[in-house]
């Protein structure tokens, strides 16, 4: 690729900030309709998270500390991570390169995230033999080509305003929709690491954060909430109920938490891990409670207005 293409490209590429629960800029997108059509392009193989570069390039990453300047921009690691599993599941890497890939990935996400203070040296830190300016650009360069230049890339939070609005009891109060919604970010930032979380939707991934937050803010609205997003049809409960083990076993969380917590973690893809356990009824989601279960269907399968 010459020079000025790519200097062209990167500039229409990263003329304005990424919004990772919005990932479409075009009106004409019907919102859910089109994630769950784009979803599986986004989503890496399982064969891809398990993989050992995967592992070493997850291990970079989460080694990156947002302090300073950068503290509040942990979504960089979140799409840096989301971009390394998507590359690995169309390209094989040598032994040597995971973290060259881990870099050039956290470069773009940063530049889709419109991060002006993050730079190559940022991210390097003071690990020993680092990657030159021009490697890590020309690293990009095949990132982007990997990717076929998809870098908005759709991912769980994609859905969470998806399932609040649609699936969500009645009356609903902002402040609790926001707790749960803030919770439901820091789960599926904690758990995107997890090699088991490759096996899920983005779509389901999202639906089980959002029930685990619930269970952990307001489990009075749980019973309801599940019914609602039991009747969405595009929800397979198979997986939302393993989806959710997962989250168990990853993060510690789930409907008998007592507290949560909101904030994010300053290092975003750490190993945390706490004892906490969940039975299968837990995370089971067939039938309807109070009715809610076919009020949730309407608005699942209603208008695209109505999907927020």
Known sequence: MATGEWELREEDAFEYEFDLENPFTSPDDEPIASLLDAESHHAPSVSAAASAARRDAAAFISQVRFGGELAGHPRVAYLALNYVDRFLSKRQLPPWAPRLLAISCLSLAAK??????????????????????????????????????????????????????????????????????????????????????????????????????????????????????????????????????????????????????????????????????????????????????SDAKKRCMGPPSQWG
């Open 112 to 293: 889709m995230q419109r991060v002006a203070a993050f730079s190559i040296a940022d991210i390097q830190g003071d690990v020993e033999s680092p990657f030159d300016a021009a490697n890590v650009r020309r690293m990009e360069g095949t990132v982007l080509d990997t990717l076929d230049w998809r870098v908005r890339s759709v991912t769980p939070l994609a859905f969470l305003g998806f399932f609040l609005s649609a699936c969500y009891p009645q009356p609903r109060q902002p402040l609790q929709l926001a707790a749960v919604k803030a919770r439901a970010i820091d789960i599926l930032l904690l758990a995107q690491p997890e090699v088991k979380m490759a096996e899920f939707s983005p779509s389901v991934a999202a639906a089980a954060a959002l029930l685990a937050a619930a269970g952990e803010v307001t489990a009075a609205n749980l019973p309801e909430f599940q019914a609602g997003v039991a009747a969405c049809p595009f929800v397979n409960s198979d997986k939302l109920r393993e989806c959710g083990e997962v989250l168990v076993a990853a993060c510690g969380v789930g409907p008998r938490r007592a507290t949560a917590s909101v904030d994010t973690p300053v290092t975003v893809l750490g190993h945390h891990r706490s004892a906490s356990s969940a039975s299968e009824s837990d995370w089971t989601v067939g039938s309807p409670a109070n009715g809610g279960g």
